[in-house]
């Protein structure tokens, strides 16, 4: 699950669906194969250390779609929001982000997972039935994979909402704003 140093892991939304889950869900194979499947539910996010693909501060796995999210100490509940995804090039709609929050009892932590899902297709499959049964025995089932992204929020993520930090040439650049105020003798 590591990667080659030098490497991060920062996929963006579409990347996330199209390129790993999509493929995941059509049993296509997915190079780098670096996101590992994980039964999330049985483990709190504390847990996912050395059991999930981890860059930074973030963690990303596999897991089955279910609506059960409880964990031994804990559960997942929605925090009722649903983003729909789309591609950058053709805008079509490929995937949904829904975002849930961590409980301990009932006390809300500051632990976030996005979890993300394929549209329905529900429709595009009730037409492939009407064809025979070969067809519906070799067409993927989109409804039971997810890609789960899950991190701690801190106070200063509420600030830099995309997570980047500066680089060294950001700093000097942002400082030059202050040279105005030195006065050169």
Not at 28 to 38: G, K, N, S
Not at 130 to 156: A, F, L
Request: glycine share 6%; with cysteine.
């Amino acid at each position: 699950m590591n990667l080659p140093p030098g490497f991060r892991f920062f996929p963006t939304d579409e990347e996330l669906v199209v390129h790993f889950l999509h493929r995941k869900a059509s049993l296509l194979p997915c190079h780098p194969d670096v996101i590992p499947d994980l039964d999330l539910y049985p483990y709190d996010p504390r847990d996912l250390p050395g059991k999930a693909l981890q860059e930074g501060r973030q963690w990303y796995f596999y897991s089955r779609k279910t609506q059960e999210r409880v964990t031994s100490n804990g559960y997942w509940g929605s925090m009722g929001i649903d983003e729909p995804i789309f591609t950058s090039s053709t805008h079509k709609k490929v995937g949904i982000k829904k975002y849930l929050t961590f409980y301990l009892g009932d006390s809300q932590t500051n632990w976030v997972m996005q979890e993300y899902s394929l549209p329905d297709s529900s429709s595009r499959s009730s037409k492939r039935s009407n064809r025979g049964s070969t067809s519906s025995t070799h067409k993927p089932d989109y409804s039971k994979w997810v890609i789960c992204r899950v991190y701690e929020q801190n106070c200063s993520d509420e600030e830099d909402d995309d997570g980047a930090e500066l680089s060294c040439l950001d700093e000097v650049f942002l400082s030059l704003d202050d040279l105005d105020e030195v006065s050169l003798p």
